[in-house]
């Protein structure tokens, strides 16, 4: 079972990124995905989630309409789009796997830097 992120990288404020993480090892349409974030000194938060690619997508509240999470169940990915950048999202982002059992995977994080 894998779970790699990729997209991270150092952006201006009001810049966008857009996060992927694609899975490997067990059937993706079967899980609800998530994205979560780590700020420096502080604890893993979750960010957003989307349990099916017609479902609902669900966010934080400091998201603030400012990021869209997708999936495309034929690519095992999910994806976080980030646009109007600022500091306060500068963290390491995490994507979750998670189904009944429960059964939860983690990847192993992607920084996002947000500065001038």
């Known amino acids: 079972v894998q779970l790699v992120e990729s997209g991270g990288g150092l952006v201006n404020p009001g810049g966008s990124l857009r996060l992927s993480c694609v899975a490997s090892?067990?059937?993706?349409?079967?899980?609800?995905m998530s994205w979560y974030r780590q700020r420096p000194g502080a604890k893993r938060g979750w960010v957003a989630g989307?349990?099916?690619?017609?479902?609902?997508?669900e966010y934080g509240e400091f998201v603030k309409g400012r990021f869209t999470i997708d999936r495309d169940d034929a690519q095992n990915t999910v994806y976080l789009a980030m646009t109007l950048l600022h500091t306060d999202v500068t963290a390491v982002y995490y994507c979750?796997?998670?189904?009944?059992?429960?059964?939860?995977?983690w990847g192993q994080g992607t920084q996002v830097t947000v500065s001038s």
């Open positions: 979750r796997a998670l189904t009944y059992g429960p059964l939860i995977y």
């Open positions: 090892g067990f059937v993706f349409s079967g899980y609800a």
């Open positions: 989307l349990r099916r690619a017609d479902g609902p997508r």
